[in-house]
C-alpha cells in the first residue's frame, strides 16, 4: 500500500520524495509509515507557493484495503527565493477523512514529519529563515500545545502577554 503511493509519487515529475518510512508496527499510535513529499520547484520567479504533504496508511484505508485521502497534512509555505526565506502559512490535516488527527500532541508525529521536512527542503535550497504565524481560536492551551509542536523541531516562538491566543514563530538557518 505504502510502496504503492511511494510508487505513485516518484512517477509525478512535479512531485519529489523528501522522507519515508515503512516500518510496519502494532504500537499505536505512533505512526511507522509514512511518505512526505513536495511540489516545491526553486523557480526564478519572485514569489511562490509549494506544500509539503504526508501521506500514511494508518487509518486512512477502507475496507477494501484502498486510501480514503492522498495525504492526511499539508504544509503550505510561500518562499522568496531573492530573500531567501520561507512563510509557512497552513499547516493542516484531513484527519476528518482519515480518521487521524494533526497535532503532535496526539502523538501521530505527521506534524513533526512535515516540519522535518521543510527544514531538510530549505537548507537543501540554501533558505536562510522560516517563519510563520500561529493562533488558536480554541483557547490558550491550544496555542500551547502547537508551540510545543515547533519548538520540539527548533523553531523558536515568541507569544504577546496582552493577546495570549496568537504567536509568532521562526528558524534559522546556518549557511
Known sequence: MLAARIKTIREDSELQVLAQLDQPTTNEPIITQYVAYTDFHNAQEKKQTASIFVFTPYMNLDTHQHPIVEYQTQLMFH????QKSIHVSVLETLGAAS????FDYQNHGLATVALQALIGLARKNGFATIDGVVSSFDGHDDLLRISDVLQKVGFKVQTDPANPHVGEYSYGLSA
Not at 518562499?79 to 531573492?82: A, E, R
Request: charged share 25%.
Open 79 to 82: 518562499f522568496d527565493p531573492w
Open 99 to 102: 480518521k487521524l488527527a494533526f
